[in-house]
Nanobody
Framework: QVQFVESGGGLVQAGESLSLSCVAS????????FGWYRQAPGKQRETVAV???????NYADSVKGRFTISRDNAKNRVDLQMNSLRLEDTAVYYC????????????????WGQGTQVTVSS
C-alpha cells in the first residue's frame, strides 16, 4: 500500500507563489511516474502536472508556464512550485502515481493523502 503526505499549502494573494511537497512511501520511488492533482469545491479532481521517472514533465494547459513539478528521488519527494497564482488555482492539492504522461488522465491509484489546501485571494 502506498501513502502520500502533502504539505506546503496556504492562503496567498493572486500573483504570489507557493511551493508544495509530497512524500510518497514507496520502495521503488525512482522508477515511478508521479502527478499532482487538485480538486476545487464542486468540481472534479483534475490533473495538474506529471513527472516521469526520468524527469520529463507535462502540464495542464491552465498551469503551463506558471507551475513546475520536480522530484527528489533521494527523499522520495515530489514538489510543485506554483508561481503567478490565480483565483482559479484555489483547490485541495494531492499527489499520486500517474498512469501516463497524459494530463487528461486521472491518478493510477485510489490511495489519496489528506491533500494540502491552496487558497488564492484577490
Amino acid at each position: 500500500q502506498v501513502q502520500f503526505v502533502e504539505s506546503g499549502g496556504g492562503l496567498v494573494q493572486a500573483g504570489e507563489s507557493l511551493s508544495l511537497s509530497c512524500v510518497a512511501s514507496v520502495t521503488t520511488f525512482r522508477l515511478i511516474r508521479f502527478g499532482w492533482y487538485r480538486q476545487a469545491p464542486g468540481k472534479q479532481r483534475e490533473t495538474v502536472a506529471v513527472i516521469n521517472w526520468d524527469g520529463i514533465t507535462n502540464y495542464a494547459d491552465s498551469v503551463k508556464g506558471r507551475f513546475t513539478i520536480s522530484r527528489d528521488n533521494a527523499k522520495n519527494r515530489v514538489d510543485l512550485q506554483m508561481n503567478s497564482l490565480r483565483l482559479e488555482d484555489t483547490a485541495v492539492y494531492y499527489c499520486n502515481i500517474a498512469p501516463s504522461m497524459d494530463v487528461t488522465r486521472g491518478a493510477a491509484t485510489a490511495y489519496w493523502g489528506q491533500g494540502t489546501q491552496v487558497t488564492v485571494s484577490s
